[in-house]
């Protein structure tokens, strides 16, 4: 029986690990497959010995808080599989967490693989070396990774994206509608904070009266969130109430992402995995991102690419506006997003260029990562 240790620690890694687990099983339906991950992982078949959400933190200096119960964790996640001795490991994406942990285990003869290769193409080019000592072969999601390591010297599967073949190219926008129990005929908004807690707390309320702003400015409009959980559902109706928003025409849902960006005419999104999903949807898209301001500054002084949101990088140009930091504000978002909604041309085009993307990603990457991660665990 093939054993495969794994470790998934947020809700996009959690999904890539669950689509991996099921194409695994295809071709070796006996495999047990252990480590930390999240529901999906679970539902996949997968055992977790830890909360997904114990690796869900942003930030430089937001670690530092937690960093004695991060180094708890991979000590533990060490003993676990030194123990174990998987025929192989996959360390899905964190991988500031994932890369020390395959260091220690390849070091003791443990096959190792890093599931969406680090951003060393766009920040910390140093981590090239560490990479090339931790794993065997590195999986990447974007076309433009394979070259960038390549050109490296690290062994490198270009794979595509799971949520590329998951989505389909062309969404039932009343369908979704529908489902989530929304006017077929009205502009709709969907808000889409973030997963992580301090996502949650640095994006809800600006987002919420950017909401306020389009809503005073465009009649009728209503509003979509969705949620990783009924912490975060809860969190966000308590800050609408907070903040006197009661008769804004917000819906707020749990894990339905999908279903609100299928739905959604405009979308103001967290920078993050859900901005390639918006993409996916062909969902015009406004991106923010707000962190601790010493973070900040420390990660704008590695950056080495121009653009932060994945449509941006995949492109090669600023095809969605990114509203970072101090730019982060109500009025900015709402007017970005007030601009798509009154420019049929501009959405068009972006909408043809999301689906070209989108056809570049779409290439069965479950099948494509399972068949490397066994070529790995074979010895090859």
Known sequence: MLNIGLVAGEPSADGLAAELLRALRIIEPELRATGLGGAEFVAAGGETNDSMNSLAVMGLVEVLVHLPRLIALRRRLVRHFLALRPDVFVGVDAPDFNLDLELTLRRAGIRTIQYVGPSVWAWRRYRLRKIARAVDRVLAVFPFEKSFYDRAGVPCTFVGHPLADRIPLHADRAGARERLGLDPGAIVVALLPGSRRAELLQHTSIF?????????????????????????????????????????????????????????????????????????????????????????????????????????????????????????????????????????????????????????????????????????????
């Open 208 to 380: 919420l009266r950017a909401a306020d702003w389009i809503a005073r400015r465009c009649p009728g409009a209503g509003f979509v969130s969705s949620l990783v959980d009924e912490t975060g559902v809860q969190f966000v109706r308590a800050e609408v109430q907070r903040q006197g928003l009661v008769n804004l025409s917000l819906h707020v849902h749990c894990r339905r992402t999908h279903d609100v960006l299928a739905a959604a005419d405009v979308a103001i999104v967290a920078s993050g995995t859900v901005t390639l999903e918006a993409m996916l949807f062909k969902v015009p898209m406004v991106v923010a991102y707000r962190m601790h301001p010493v973070s900040y500054h420390i990660i704008r002084g590695l950056v080495s690419v121009k653009y932060a949101a994945l449509p941006n990088l995949l492109s090669g140009t600023g095809v969605v506006p990114e509203l970072l930091q101090d730019r982060c504000r109500p009025e900015e978002l709402g007017a970005a997003a007030m601009r798509w909604l009154s420019d049929a041309r501009a959405c068009d085009d972006l909408r043809r260029e999301f689906s070209r993307r989108h056809a570049e990603l779409r290439c069965e990457a479950g099948a494509r990562a399972a068949a490397a991660v066994l070529a790995v665990a074979r010895g090859g």
